[in-house]
């Protein structure tokens, strides 16, 4: 069973659309996340919700909105995309109540915007 | 800000050899996780370590967290081409709520056979 999934896997799309990626987590964890990894490997967080509280909210266009429906489900619209947004975006979740804040990632989604 | 530094940076070994990578930083973490990512693949967690001075050893990587909590390091004996990857180290801290997990930039490994 997949602990951590989010579709679609890979996303090409054009410059100015809106897009969305999904992300779901059986694994029973409080608090998801989204990161963005450039081409250099640099893997920076952008949000995170802790029982559908946003508490992390990094320097991100507001073009970004992350939506979580419930504690299993965190999804990221983006709109009006641009060519710097394109990017592998990970969804992952913790426990925080564990006190070790342990990531578990999704496979990504690799966004190529032409 | 809080910031982790890894080296080297990319690493490229014949099977067999044995590696250290590092990881270093000027802020006193609560715990240290080591992560390994394959190609088109999400980051996986190998490791973390909470006490200073604490050694943990995964059949052939081990692990070490420093006295002071800044720093840390990943051996890795007879290294296997499975092992190549990019290796992340990540560090935690508990002061508020909002503290957030902080990764390293990564040692790409290539192990050749």
């Known amino acids: 069973d997949t602990a951590v999934s989010q579709t679609p896997k890979y996303l090409v799309t054009q410059m100015g659309n809106d897009k969305s990626i999904k992300c779901e987590q059986n694994l029973g964890h409080d608090t998801m996340y989204w990161y963005k990894q450039d081409s250099k490997k640099f893997l920076k967080i952008m949000f995170s919700y802790n029982n559908k509280e946003l508490i992390i909210n990094e320097t991100v266009p507001n073009r970004f909105s992350p939506k979580s429906p419930d504690k299993a489900h965190l999804n990221l619209h983006i709109n009006s995309l641009e060519l710097g947004d394109s990017a592998v975006y990970f969804c992952a979740s913790s426990s925080r109540t564990s006190g070790m804040d342990e990531q578990f990632f999704g496979p990504g989604t690799r966004l190529t915007v032409l | 800000t809080q910031l982790l530094e890894q080296s080297p940076q990319f690493l490229s070994i014949q099977e067999g050899e044995n590696l250290t990578v590092y990881c270093n930083s000027s802020?006193?973490?609560?715990?240290l996780q080591w992560y390994r990512q394959e190609p088109g693949e999400g980051p996986v967690l190998l490791v973390t370590?909470?006490?200073?001075?604490e050694v943990k050893k995964l059949k052939r990587l081990t692990f070490q967290f420093g006295d002071a909590r800044k720093d840390s390091s990943l051996h890795i004996t007879a290294a296997q081409p499975g092992d190549t990857g990019l290796y992340l180290c990540a560090g935690a801290s508990w002061k508020t709520s909002y503290d957030k997990v902080i990764f390293g930039p990564g040692t790409s490994l290539s192990v050749i056979p």
């Open positions: 802020s006193v973490f609560s715990s």
């Open positions: 370590v909470v006490t200073g001075g």
